[in-house]
Every structure is written in C-alpha cells, then in structure tokens.
C-alpha cells in the first residue's frame, strides 16, 4: 500500500474536508483518506498498481483546492 | 468549466472587494435618487459575489453533501428571484467577506502548528565516501549516513555525534530554549539547531521516523482528533442543514411567504455552532505544544479537566531518577582532602552510590585523580579498605566500621540516624580510625516539585497519591516532603495497575504521571496518561499527555490548559446556540432579515474563534 500525503492551501470550511474525503474515497484503488482540517493536509493510502498520487492529486485541484506539494511515500521493502 | 471554476476559486477575495465597491456604488445611486444606477450595481454585485458560492454548493452537492454554501445559494437566488436585489447583493458579500476573516483568523489559532512545522529541516548536508559533502533533500538521506552540521545550521535527521562538539539549542524538541553541549557519541535530534560548532552527525533515524516529526505528526492528528462534543456537533450539523432547508420549504408552504422561507434559509446557516468547538481545541492544543505539552486530541482535554486523581511513578518521575549526594556531615578539619579520599577509592569501583560521591568531588572541585592508592581491598557487603598517602582510608557503612573496632560517637550516631531516616542511603568515611565524614546518598526529587503540587490542588486536584517501587521509608519521607496525600511502597509494575484500577473503581478520574518506560501498563490503565519524557519514543506513542521537558510546571500547564480549553468551548456553544435563539426571536418579531441575519451569522464566527485565539496566550499561573 503506498502512502501519499498532499498538502493544501489553508481549509477553513469544515465541509470542505468532507467533499475531500468524498471525492478520494470514490477513486479507484484508494483504501483509506484521512483529512487533516487544521493541518490542511490529506493523507491517502491507495494501490499504486491501479492509481497514482498525481492523479489523486488532481482529484482535490479539480474540487478546486490548491495544492502545494505531494510527498509519496512506499511501503518498506 | 473545470478552468473556470478555478479561476473563480483563486480570485475570491477580488470577487469580494468587487462586490463590496458595487454595493456601495448601488447606495450612492440610492443616494442620488438613480434607480438604475442602485439596481445595475446590485444585480451585478449579486451574480458575481453568488458564482463562488453556487459553484461550492454544487461541488459538495456532487458528493452528497448538503452544506452552508446551498443554504446561501437557494436563499440568493430567492432573493433574486423577487427581486430583493440589495438583499442577495450584501448575502453574498457577508457571507464572502465572513469567510476570508475566517480564514484570516483561523490562521491565527493553527500559528502554533504551522511554525512547528516550518521548523523541519529540508535539506541535509551528506558527507559523501571521498570526504566531499553534498546537499541532499532530507527525504533522501539514509540511515547509517553521516551529515554535516555547521554554526547556526540545523540538525535534519536524528542520530550519533561522531565528530566535532557544539552547543545546540534543542528548543523544537524540548520547548525549552537551553544550549546544550553535545559531544562525540550524544545523541542529537533533528530539527535542533547548532549554535555553535561543527558536528558530524550518524543518522539513525530519518524522515518520518525522526522524534520531531513524529512530534508534528502527532501534533497535526491531535488537533484533528476530536472531543466529544465536536463529534456530537458534527453528527448534529449533518442532518441539521438539511433540516433547514426542509423547514425553509414547509415554512414557504404554510405561510405562502418566500421571503419568509428563504430568510428562514440564511438564520438556519450553523457557523458558529460548527465552528466553536474545534477552534478551540485546535487553540488549546496549539498552545500546548509550544510550551512543551503535546496533548493527543479534544478528547484527551476534554478527559483530562475531568481529572480529581493524580497518581505518580517515585523514581524519575518525582525524583530526578539518579542518585546524587544530597547531605554530607564532616568532622574532619579538611573536608576536601577526606573527600577526595573518598572519591578516589569509589572512582574504582562501580557502586552507584559510589559515583554520586565522584560525581559530587567533582562538582565540588576536589581533585583527586593524581591520589596513589597503595593497598585496595573490596570487602563484600562492607566497603572498601585501602591506603593513601600512609593513611588508612575506610569507605563503607556501619559493618565495615564496627569490624575495625570503630564506635559512632552519639552526635555520629544521632547524624547517621537522621540521614537513613529521609531515606538517603549512607557511606561513612574513616581515616587513620577515625570518623571523619558520612556521606547521604539519594535520589533527589526534581526542582519546584512541591510548589507545582501545590499549585494542581488549587486547580481542582484532590487527591495526589504516589505508587513506588521503592521502600517505605524513602517513600515516605518524599512524600511527606511535597504533601501527597497517599503512599503505597515496595510495588512491582504489577501491582501499580491494580491501585490505577481500584482508584477508577472508588469513582475517581485518574491521571498517572510516569517517565513513559516502565510504567506503561499504568499509563494505559488510567484515565489520562501522562508521560514524562523529552522525547523518547515509547513515551509518545504510549501515553494521552506527553511532558517534553519533565517539568512539573509543565503538568500545571498541561491541567490549567484543559480546563481553560473546555471551559472556553463551552462558551463558544453558548455563544453559538444564543446566536440562533436571538435571530428565531428576531425573526418571530419581524426585526432581523436577510442580510441583518447574515451580519449576526458572521459576526458570532469571528466572536467564537476570537474568544479561542484568547487561548493561544494562556500561561498556568503558579512556580516556574
């Protein structure tokens, strides 16, 4: 399971976090999306034989977030 | 589309700053009597302040969500509709304008956080296999590298010195802005800074897996944790929009007045009532963290202003955990040369009593290095007999003198007493046969202990209880010594859970205090658990409360904080509720509309995070 965790411009509105995680979880391959409202971060756990942070990336700019950096993390081999 | 929607995201604020220059340019046409000028302004105010918002309420609707933003939405277009232009034209920019204070203020309450993180180091200096150094990415430093780390540099991964000293200033990790001198062999971490030096540094830990990121990792999910009063508003918030909006609909059908519904529309918005709770815990656990509490969550605060129990660990909990020379009785003319006796015959030894007393020679500036011990001779369960210098030198307790056919004189005697009596441990000195000095050994309880207990009773504390794996006496004495009201000595670890357990049994809310290593069973079974640690792992990953410095002022802190944090969220749900009740009665009466109701909404946001951010100053009164 590889890890991506992006951060975002400043959330202010708590259902921003829910249209967030909304949005994530329907992605193909995604597991697990934890939204972080005060950190404005998102960390997603997703199969990267079927998606890709980028791609996962995009799903949040297409809700209109910015967002500033995705950091990729694989699992320990 | 997708562009677009974008673009309008990103100019928010110039959307509103248009709006806000329209719906004045409307008011002079109002004042100079131009109709045209007064509904052009409004209606072009209205559309392009409404677009953001229509487009978030359709984005959360894509996703099933039933937010603030449709709310907002039907009632302008409402507004539109009967053409209350002004009315959907000042909606719409209250309601912008409300959010970009929010988000300014929201800042404000994350600072705490957001300098924490800005602190991570992002770019490591590796010292390559031929010597030369490469700036690396922290992400790609691994393990087993060594890095260099120069003056004013800061520290990017966690590991060994291997080379160089320096003081570093290790504030990030332990709150507390002391240089510390480090040195071949110490452990560093990351995101401390070098004030002066050159290290080079072994990585062991890096990334992620570094103590200060785990302290920011930890830090970020505790504010997102939440209380249960935050998880109760949520689930209240999630049917209570849509309910809104249901009443708005039957309020339109019974009274056949649209104005009236999609007032009903803009009072129902729940701003303050969402937002109340959660800034304040992200406030409170903000302060927390930069004064060296990490608090794990509204539930965690909420929990612990509960807290009437608190149960502490002895050993390095309340006392410092090393044992040091805490009284000395001499009888001899040159206190320093029987000192330094005493310490050159322990020096080769490997009691831990017996490096208290080097220890203490050498804070006390008596050399004894260069002494010629002649004879040694370790007597087991006795001490040390040797000679120095042609005098007989014996180190010991009470056996070892009395088989050398040496009496205590009564004062001696009275003096030994007394120090076994605070639970010291004793090593009498003997020189030529005679008594010359009994050293106290123990371990020392920590700085202001007994002050900050004093100051966590004020607070609501009622029963502070100490569980120890120690003897009675010892017990006893440190207790007596700081006020706690009950002791139970000679426990295993074991035994420590059942007392946490029958104290939650008699009722109590129960907190334990213990340095995070092996009272971990306790930490769990309690209430809160509160670790003493500055940064070791087990202690963050195991307790509710980690104490980064092992400070008590730090516990005070911690407690004062709590109770602040819960009262002030439940001052902002008064606030919150009381908002809604005053517009219902408004709107009962015929006072409040549209944009008034509008005005108080925002208003009551900015009343609930400024009264949190009240927070982000908080200091618990009491000893330092």
Redesign the interface.
Known sequence: MTKAILQLG?L????CM??IQ??LE?QAGVEKVKV????S?VKIEFDDAVNTADALAQVV????YEVQSV?V?QPAK | MMKFEQVIQKNVNAITWTSAALIAIGFLGEAVGSQMLYTVAFVLASIIAATPIIIRAVEALKVRVIGIELLVSIAVIGAFVIQEFNESAIVTFLFLFGSFLEAKTLAKTRESIKTLTEMAPTTAEVVQGDGSIVETDVDDVDEGDIVLVKTGGQVPIDGDVVEGSGYLNEASVTGESKLVTKQVGDGVFSGTILDNGTLKIKATKVGDDTTFAKIVELVEDAQDTKSHAEKFIDQFAKYYTPAVLILAILVGFISRDFRLAITVLVLGCPGALVIGAPVSNVAGIGNGAKNGVLIKGGEVVDTFAKIDTLVFDKTGTLTKGNTEVSDLKNYADDQNQVLAFAAKLESQSDHPLGKAITTYATQQKVAFQNLQVTTNNTIKGQGIEAQIDQHQILVGNQKLMTANQIQLTEAEETDLKNLQATGSSTVIVAVDHKIQQIIGVSDVIRDNVKENLAALKQLGIKKLVMLTGDNEITANHVAQELGIDEVHANLLPENKVTFVKQLKDQGHKVAFVGDGINDSPSIATADIGIAMGGGTDVAIETSDIVLMQSSFHELVHAYGLAKKTVANTRQNIIIAIGTVVFLLIGLIFGYIYMASGMFVHEASILVVIFNAMRLIRYHAAGAK
């Open positions: 400043a202010t509105c708590p259902s829910q249209k909304g949005a329907k972080l409202f005060n950190a971060k700019k297409n809700l209109g950091k993390k």
